[in-house]
């Protein structure tokens, strides 16, 4: 039973457009999330974050909302670029369920138009 | 500031035979953790110490995998004996505190059982 769902294997985004990245949840003990960014061959970088307590959070050119009533949270990436292009994962964790080890979605692959 | 450190970065074993890895976190992180991560899929929770006690291994297969953190600081885990569905990589990982902070991933040692 998969907690954490990234339902879009693969998105193209022109280079300058917005890539939205969605991610939606299951456990409602989840209360704060993560997003990754993971190049070939390495292991995945952390990218934002967001607590349960919050509905967005901006870093730059990327912006998490967080919309708990549908379970549902996106990354946003304006403009994007090439070195964008990569695989990004959604992450969550249930601190006061005392899980803090984080969950993983499949990850969506961000393939980024010149 | 250095890194996690993962070796090998590659292992190919035949089934039934056993395999190690070693994991060096962060300095200072009193928080380390081991995922797995199977093709096509995202990293998965085997376990999580914190300093040299276990956090949480309730999703490791505790019949053939192993996992120790002597002294609070380098990680060994250990699977005897490898099974064919255990090829994957398996991802280090290591933050700074339990609490609302990202962590940190090694590159990761991929394991292929034949």
């Known amino acids: 039973d998969q907690q954490v769902k990234q339902n879009s294997p693969s998105l193209s985004v022109q280079e300058g457009r917005i890539s939205i990245l969605n991610c939606d949840y299951t456990n409602s003990m989840f209360d704060y999330f993560l997003w990754y960014k993971k190049y070939p061959a390495e292991g995945p970088t952390f990218l934002i974050s967001?607590?349960?307590?919050?509905d967005k959070n901006e870093d730059g050119r990327f912006t998490v909302f967080l919309n708990k009533s549908a379970k549902h949270l996106s990354l946003h990436i304006v403009p994007s670029q090439p070195g964008d292009s990569a695989v990004y994962f959604c992450?969550?964790?249930?601190?006061?369920?005392?899980?803090?080890?984080?969950?993983f979605g499949k990850g969506t692959h961000l393939i980024i138009q010149p | 500031e250095a890194g996690v450190a993962q070796s090998p970065r590659y292992k190919i074993i035949e089934k039934r035979q056993s395999v190690a890895f070693w994991c060096n976190p962060i300095?200072?992180?009193?928080?380390l953790y081991w995922y797995q991560q199977i093709l096509g899929q995202g990293p998965k929770l085997l376990i999580q110490f914190q300093n040299n006690g276990v956090v949480d291994d309730s999703q490791l297969p505790k019949d053939r995998f192993s996992a120790e953190r002597l002294k609070g600081v380098d990680s060994t885990l250990k699977i005897q004996p490898a099974k064919l569905e255990d090829s994957a990589v398996y991802l280090c990982a290591s933050s700074l505190e339990r609490v609302n902070t990202e962590a940190f991933f090694g590159q990761g040692t991929r394991l292929t059982v034949v």
């Open positions: 300095s200072g992180h009193a928080t």
């Open positions: 967001i607590s349960s307590i919050k």
């Open positions: 992450a969550a964790s249930a601190m006061r369920g005392g899980a803090d080890g984080l969950t």
